[in-house]
């Protein structure tokens, strides 16, 4: 049977770029509208969190920005003019571009590299598709990290602070608005981006989307408003519940032995990063059956959300709180259950499953008739050898989502018999694969 590729760069991967960095440099930019705000009144504290979580989110960002482009330099596929690598990574210009990372531009840096690539392929008809395309499911990681690390904890103060005060100025609803814009875009772009490594990403359909959309929203949604309602009661103490929750959920993802990063110290900043996304988000980050994490995962956030919102409750302002809180006390918890019965339909009518057998020999796995869903040869243009480049990465957080339903296996054990050159695979990579 003749073996699937990755579809090439589109228009549509070029406007979710374009998308991508406007979503991003609004956000930043009500960022800072926002902590003049706060300066010119005197809320010194208020501006001094907000600046923390500007500053930790980019540090993390660029951090794990640098750590790739350490690892993908070192890819065969990367090295030479005639790769055109250069264009996008800034050739062998090391120096230039850890100088682009301390300063904070490294992420904003991929953006543009991201665009101006996709303006070749897509608009120029130039070469290229593949580094296109391995840098949009980089940027859609990196997405992911950068909302959960600073527009989620943002949204949060951003709600603490108009209960405090009882009042909401322009800017808070903008900053509010841009942060909800960021998450609600991220989840759209890394959906796409993991469908991207299936064969049918050509009939994708934005059904799909959409309902992956509202479950996330309808279960992030009372999460961070449970959060914000406890701080504004006991703001004392919400660090300290963050901390807790973050230690074992960072103690969890350790147990499960992931294998992201190709360095043990970039390993141990993913197990926390993944920690902090928890606190707020569930995704998986490990091969095997999902069904179990995601049962525990939630009855955990159910109770916490229930004991945040009975803890809200008993310290409440009455007085202030006469207008809405009976509302929220009740809408919250029935809007969290909304999104779970969202979340098991998406996975019962919108989820592409696995329906195949086990291989009991290594062979080179093919297309077999009734199976659902089968993942892409990795290469990355239409009739390409599978030796193209392809984001290794994002293709084993691909294997980790859509799992094998009948035998609760990843999709990992189809990766590790592509017959893929292993110079193309990174340490962390090959140790993934191989241990599948």
Known sequence: MESRTFSRYSWIDFAFSVVGVCTFLLDWGSDLWLAKEFYCRG?????GVLVGLLVLSSIVVQMFSWFWFQYDKELPAFSGEATRAGSVFCGNRVKLFCLLHVLQLGFL??????????????????????????????????????????S?????????VMLRTNKARTVQFVSVAASTTSIAWMVVDYHRSLRSFLPDKAKQQWGSSLMYFLWNLLLIGPRVA?????????PDFIALHFLLLWLVFVLWVWQQRTNFMDSAGGEWLYRATVGLIWYFSWFNV?????????????SFITVDVVVLLATWWGYRDRVQTKAYGLALLIALPLTYLLGLLFKALYYCCFHPKLFRPLEREPRLQEDLPGSDVAFRDFSTQDGAPASQLC??????QAANFYTNSLHGSSAASQIKHRELPQSYLSVGTRAFVEKS
């Not at 809320?43 to 501006?47: A, G």
């Not at 449970?226 to 006991?234: P, R, W």
């Not at 490990?286 to 939630?298: D, K, M």
């Open 43 to 47: 809320d010194f504290l208020w501006f």
């Open 109 to 150: 840096c991929r953006h543009i590299s991201a665009i101006r690539q996709g303006f070749r392929v897509w608009w120029r008809k130039e070469e290229g598709s593949e580094y296109a395309i391995y840098l949009t499911h980089d940027l859609s990681m990196l997405r992911l990290i950068e909302t959960f690390c600073e």
């Open 152 to 160: 989620a904890p943002q949204l949060i103060l951003m709600i603490y």
């Open 226 to 234: 449970a959060l914000a309602l406890f701080s504004s009661v006991l």
């Open 286 to 298: 490990a091969e095997g059956r999902t069904l179990g994490r995601s049962i525990i995962y939630h």
């Open 391 to 396: 984001n290794q990465r994002m293709a084993c």
